[in-house]
């Protein structure tokens, strides 16, 4: 429904009021959905009129539409069946049981148990929780002020609470002003005319006694009740007249009416008429809406979503009349978010970024390199990482296998969340995309298709006839539309080139798309298959995208011809005309421009290595921001929804985060915990209230359903990071000093010790968390393995690790022990471990042959790869759990196929043991570590040495000593920990960017070293018992543990207790388990109090090639060099 007849309906709601047709007022507030009156609803509510109560909000709302929705429908329903019970008409009450409560089970299905147990009792309040329960009006009373809480807080409700503010009795105003222009055209106006109906034009008779014009008033006959009007006269303008026929009834707006669009009212009707008109008059006379019964048209009627429906914005091409001006303030600079407040590093090129529709902070990064990221920008941490890979390669188009096996580069194209922020599609270079469910901090797989042959070059997510679907177009020149089955429900074909983007949307009750191409064709289509209903030529004819404002009243497209201008331009999508061609792009591109549109106010271009903004109503360029600096020559932009944050690509791989005073006000939130408040759930248990009881469920289905809300509770997986400093002074950071946290006390961290495991025999040689986060591995240095499992229980809900439950020491039936053959002096032996990616199988050696253990029985499933040499290092391919890469005691490295029993291929290089093992499926290579203090970089599918490099020891220091490497999560960067240092290395590069040394505190050797799950921080144990938890980009120390905080207390002639090996958790990024050289386990977390490790962070980074925060002689001149090429 258009705005205006949004508007008629109030109009219509204010006359039924005035003349007392009550009930019919609140049918009409019912079934347009358009106000909520909240007194009506209070009145019913209070007098226990249910059936009314509930089929007027059936006007606004349904049970399942969000978490606050059912709240409020349970509410009803339970003080409904608790006064059923109070008044002891037990059959009422289970039939308001069975009909009208047992749809919460399926969200609380012990809920539902406890509210039957009721019936079994004489007295309600003979339940604990219930016994405070009043009388019946004081109940609805209490309940009556909950749900106004609710509705107030649901974003279903949001601008429905106020009835608009006008003039009274402004229908009959209106009808007056028509009638006196009425008047005015007759050709003989009568000085009193006798107007008998509303059902025809007035016209006076012809009488050879014209007179001077008289206003006319309505008559008293005209309506049942009649009441004083106020006569305008002709001073206040003609009243629009009934539309003129559409010339195409095929029609879905003015421009898709004609090719050559034109005015369906003659400009000298306009110019003959005898009274002033204004532009929006002339607008309507000229361009009527499209008759509702259109041929060919499909009538997607959506009631629930009609508060996004705005009308078609008229205008009219500029050599016939002026545009109406808006009635915005004057623009001020404040409002963009244009101040640098945090830089992050992704590693890879980022393509394209995606802000939640409703977490405003937290933003989904598609990369180059095939991998999506989301980021909580608030706490510059990753949430979730999600390398490309191919879900089911069987179900892939044999081109498509011909081509990846060819060429196994994929890069992705567009990321996007669906409008309800419960889903994210992904599409790629090559055929495929992917569609995940968000689930908090989780990604789970939901949809992979072979969608077009070649490249898909956009994705969208629309909603036509009340169902979610994905659209796509590509290089084979079509579009399709999915449903979330996968099942195609539309191809789109007439484009005669390559398909550049998509751009859904939906006018009243229409659904449409338009769509560009690579020959700058525009062209838009229904949800019908006969085809485009629209045949234009974008500014440029080449790369065009198209966007609408937040409201979806003005339509805007941005691009770049094969010549390098660039085009930014608004439409008049009434006349399939330009409306306004914004100026201020300066040079000639190397690429296409690419921009963005917030609050229905500003645009945005990335170009010439700044961000370019203007005022939608003003074609001049606003004000340019370089963002401090670094951006590339066409960066990558996208506002959020709030339009508070600004995130723009930068030139090294990363992204930088800006923001407007509202922006810094919403990141700050963070520090003070104030998100944190916001998630919490509207608990659904029988509650305690003094005043009354208020039963009420936490419904997990819906959690992430909502798109309004401004603080949708999506849990924050990696705590809170604090702002403050990066936000106030984000150029002068890099000058201040870190604060350290010193833990220092058992009760300043959280622990819990692994029951069973202290073995004074054997040390901790191996720990590894399980994949699903639910257990602890440890192999001891005698060969024996041993895991601990966490319950799902009341305790721990999610059945995942945690410090703050004991887990079980867990055993077969069989007593069966996962023990590896170890020679006779184990003391030379180096122990190795490596899980399979399901958790079901471990491989593991100490000294002998290697085993591979079912983890469920412990019964060793085979054994391979008999000494001499004994195995030192284990590493799965990431892609072919089938190949195996061993190192071996004699420094070889053997690449061993498990299926086949043969060892392919043998690398050679290293002088002493192979200590360590790191596969990069982005850069396709595997690096080594070994006993020599030596790095080798080798392809991994030839096994050709890239190059290798002696990590960089203090003088006089031999090259021995362990050393291990270790993936970031972009699968670029490497973390390589030697007793002697910490370094982060660019994979692609084979380079030492960052390192960091023992010192001060933290004087001890490294004993392990290991990222953090999201790769923002590096865990690493000390000789000494400390561990120190550092920033992962900068190596700055954030936090150290001493070891009086989780070591008991050492005896006088006790052996001192070392921290072997330290392991990450791989979902909850602050929490990390550490194996003790007297055989015990230990698993630590920050305290409930603050969550995280640290209590300070810097927003600015190291430069490249940084040790402790000093240059790097040996990475800063192979930077420099890079750097320069860059800008």
């Not at 219930?130 to 909950?146: F, Q």
């Not at 053997?894 to 043991?913: A, C, F, M, S």
Request: charged share 20%; net charge neutral; aromatic share 8%.
């Amino acid at each position: 429904m258009s705005s205006l007849s949004r508007e008629l309906v109030f109009l219509i709601l204010q006359f039924l009021d005035e003349e007392k047709f009550k009930e019919s007022v609140h049918k009409l507030e019912q079934e347009s959905g358009f106000y909520f009156n909240i007194k009506y609803f209070e009145e019913k509510a209070l007098a226990g009129e249910w059936d009314e109560v509930e089929k007027y909000l059936s006007g606004f709302t349904k049970v399942d539409d969000n978490r606050y929705s059912m709240k409020i429908f349970f509410e009803i329903r339970k003080q409904k069946y608790l006064e059923a019970l109070d008044r002891n008409d037990r059959a009422k009450a289970v039939e308001i049981l069975a009909k009208d409560l047992k749809v919460f089970a399926t969200f609380n299905e012990e809920l539902y148990k406890e509210i039957t147990q009721l019936l079994t009792l004489e007295n309600f309040r003979e339940n604990e929780q219930l016994s405070k329960y009043g009388d019946t009006k004081s109940a609805r009373s209490i309940m009556y002020t909950e749900l106004k809480k609710l509705i107030e807080a649901n974003p279903l409700f949001r601008e429905k609470l106020a009835f608009p503010s006008f003039k009274a009795s402004r229908l009959r105003t209106l009808i007056n002003q028509s009638l006196n222009w009425q008047h005015q055209l007759c050709k003989n106006p009568r000085p009193n005319p006798d107007i008998k109906t509303l059902f025809l034009d007035h016209s006076c008779s012809p009488a050879n006694d014209a007179r001077a014009l008289t206003p006319v008033n309505l008559p008293v006959a005209a309506v049942a009740r009649p009441s004083n009007f106020v006569p305008l006269g002709v001073h206040g303008g003609p009243f629009q007249p009934s539309p003129a026929p559409a010339p195409n009834a095929n029609a879905l707006a003015g421009w898709m009416a004609n090719p050559n669009p034109s005015s369906s009212v003659p400009s000298g009707v306009v110019a003959a008429s005898p009274f002033p008109m204004q532009p929006s008059q002339v607008n309507v006379l000229k361009h009527p809406r499209a008759p509702s019964n259109s041929l060919g048209l499909m009538d997607y009627q959506n009631p629930e979503h009609e508060q996004l429906m705005k009308r078609l914005r008229s205008a009219q091409t500029s050599n016939e009349v002026t545009y109406p001006t808006h009635s915005h303030p004057a623009a001020s600079l404040d409002d963009l978010p244009r101040n640098v407040v945090s830089t992050i590093r992704q590693g890879s090129v980022v393509i394209t970024m995606d802000f939640h529709p409703s977490h405003h902070t937290l933003l989904a990064v598609g990369c180059s390199s095939g991998e999506v990221t989301l980021w909580e920008v608030g706490s510059r941490e990753k949430v979730v990482t999600e390398p490309f890979k191919i879900w089911n390669m069987a179900a892939c188009s044999g081109i498509f296998q011909g081509c990846i096996v060819k060429d196994p580069s994929i890069s992705v194209t567009r990321v996007a969340w669906s409008p309800d922020g419960n889903l994210i599609g992904i599409s790629f270079t090559k055929h495929l995309i992917h569609v995940y469910a968000y689930q908090g901090s989780d990604l789970r797989q939901h949809l992979e298709i072979d969608a077009h042959v070649g490249c898909v070059n956009d994705l969208a997510f629309a909603h036509p006839n009340k169902q979610m679907c994905v659209v796509t177009c590509g290089d084979d020149k079509l579009i399709k539309v999915w449903d979330l089955s996968g099942k195609k429900l539309y191809t789109f074909e007439g484009h005669e080139a390559p398909v550049y983007s998509i751009c859904p949307h939906q006018k009243e009750n229409i659904q449409f798309i338009f769509s560009t191409a690579l020959d700058g064709k525009i062209k838009a289509w229904l949800y019908d298959n006969v085809g485009s209903r629209v045949d234009y030529d974008a500014p440029g004819q080449w790369c065009t995208t198209m966007l609408y404002s937040a409201d979806g009243s003005r339509l805007f497209s941005c691009g770049t011809s094969k010549d390098g201008d660039s085009f930014l331009v608004e439409w008049n999508e009434s006349e399939g005309a330009l409306k306004r061609t914004y100026l201020g792009f300066r040079k000639k591109s190397t690429g296409v421009v690419q921009f963005d549109t917030t609050r229905n106010r500003f645009l945005a271009v990335g170009e010439d290595n700044q961000v370019k903004f203007w005022d939608m109503d003003n074609t001049n360029l606003l004000t340019t921001v370089e963002a401090e600096g670094g951006l590339p020559n066409l960066p990558r932009l996208r506002f959020n929804k709030e339009g508070n944050l600004l995130a723009v690509t930068t030139a090294d791989n990363g992204f930088k985060i800006l923001a407007n005073t509202d922006g810094l006000r919403t990141l700050r939130a963070f520090e003070a915990g104030s998100f944190e408040a916001s998630k919490a759930s509207i608990d659904m248990k029988v509650s305690t209230s003094a005043m009354a009881p208020s039963i009420s469920p936490t419904i997990g289905k819906i959690e992430h359903m909502e798109t309004d809300s401004p603080a949708r509770p999506t849990p924050i997986p990696n705590g809170i990071e604090a702002m403050s400093r990066a936000m106030e002074k984000p150029r002068n950071l890099e000058s201040k000093p870190l604060e350290l946290a010193e833990i220092v006390d058992p009760t300043q961290c959280r622990q819990v010790t692994m029951p069973d495991s202290k073995d004074s025999v054997s040390k901790v040689a191996r720990l590894l968390y399980t994949n699903s986060g639910v257990g602890v591995l440890a192999l001891g240095s005698n060969g024996v393995q041993r895991l601990w499992k966490w319950s799902r229980n009341e305790q721990n809900p999610s059945g995942k690790a945690t410090a703050s439950v004991t887990p079980q020491h867990w055993q077969p039936n069989s007593g069966l022990l996962m023990a590896n053959d170890v020679p006779e002096n184990p003391e030379a032996t180096v122990p190795c471990i490596a899980l399979s990616k399901n958790d079901s199988y471990v491989m593991s050696a100490c000294g002998g042959k290697v085993s591979l253990f079912n983890m469920m029985t412990f019964k060793v499933m085979t054994t391979f790869m008999p000494p001499p040499p004994a195995s030192t290092f284990l590493a799965f391919h990431p892609q072919d759990n089938n190949i195996i890469a061993i190192g071996m005691e004699d420094s070889s490295i053997h690449i061993y196929n498990v299926r086949v029993d043969e060892v392919k291929t043998k690398l050679k290089g290293h002088q002493k043991h192979i200590t360590g093992l790191a596969f990069s499926t982005t850069l396709n290579i595997l690096v080594s570590s070994g006993a020599d203090a030596q790095l080798f970089f080798w392809t991994a599918d030839s096994w050709e040495k890239k190059k290798s490099s002696a990590i960089q020891l203090p003088p006089g220091k031999a090259p021995l000593g362990d050393t291990r490497v270790q993936f970031h999560n972009d699968q670029i960067h490497l973390l390589v920990s030697h007793e002697t240092q910490l370094a982060i290395y660019d994979g692609s590069k084979m380079d030492c960017i960052h390192k960091w040394v023992p010192q001060e505190a933290l004087s001890s050797p490294i004993t392990s070293a290991s990222y953090s799950c999201n790769s923002q921080l590096v865990y690493a144990s000390f000789a000494d018992g400390n561990i120190g938890v550092f920033d992962a980009e900068t190596l700055r120390l954030r936090c150290r543990i001493a070891p009086s905080a989780y070591m008991p207390q050492p005896t006088p002639n006790s052996a001192p207790i070392v921290p072997q090996v330290i392991t990450a958790h791989p979902q909850e990024p602050n929490q990390f388990a550490v194996g003790l050289s007297d055989g015990s386990v230990k698993v630590i977390e920050p305290s409930e109090l603050s969550r995280r490790w640290g209590v300070g962070v810097v927003a600015g980074s190291d430069k490249a090639g940084t040790e402790n925060g000093r240059p790097s002689s040996s990475s800063a001149a192979n930077n420099s060099s890079s750097d320069q090429i860059q800008r």
